[in-house]
Nanobody, 124 residues
Framework: QVQLVESGGGLVQAGGSLRLSCAAS????????MAWFRQAPGKEREFVAA????????LYADSVKGTFTISRDNAKNTVYLQMNSLKPEDTAVYYC?????????????????WGQGTQVTVSS
């Protein structure tokens, strides 16, 4: 069983930056593909980015490509999401997720473990 705890959310003005962190415990961190998802009010949860077990491979949603960067520190059992040039439409609860599969997957139901989420609010 893996426990995931997100942090780093908050209120930021449009054009600003935030860095989210997700600390994992209770499992072998390098056994999991890690990902970030987000859910805006009234919308379904959507894929944001994923990173492979070694950290060498990444995948991004088209909506964040070029502005968000996912990374991981396997020594610290932590995955990060650096978010730059934030827009009001990036406002959502951001979730960290872990997948036992070594393949990148975009559907939330395919992920095995989830954090509780952290709120990101971007003001215009």
């Amino acid at each position: 069983q893996v426990q995931l705890v997100e942090s780093g959310g908050g209120l930021v003005q449009a054009g600003g930056s935030l860095r989210l962190s997700c600390a994992a415990s209770g499992g072998t961190f390098t056994s999991y593909t890690m990902a970030w998802f987000r859910q805006a009010p009234g919308k379904e949860r959507e894929f944001v980015a994923a990173i492979g077990r070694s950290g060498e491979s990444t995948l991004y949603a088209d909506s964040v490509k070029g502005t968000f960067t996912i990374s991981r520190d396997n020594a610290k059992n932590t995955v990060y999401l650096q978010m730059n040039s934030l827009k009001p439409e990036d406002t959502a609860v951001y979730y960290c997720a872990a997948d036992r599969s070594r393949y990148f997957r975009r559907r939330d139901r395919e992920y095995d473990f989830w954090g509780q989420g952290t709120q990101v609010t971007v003001s215009s």
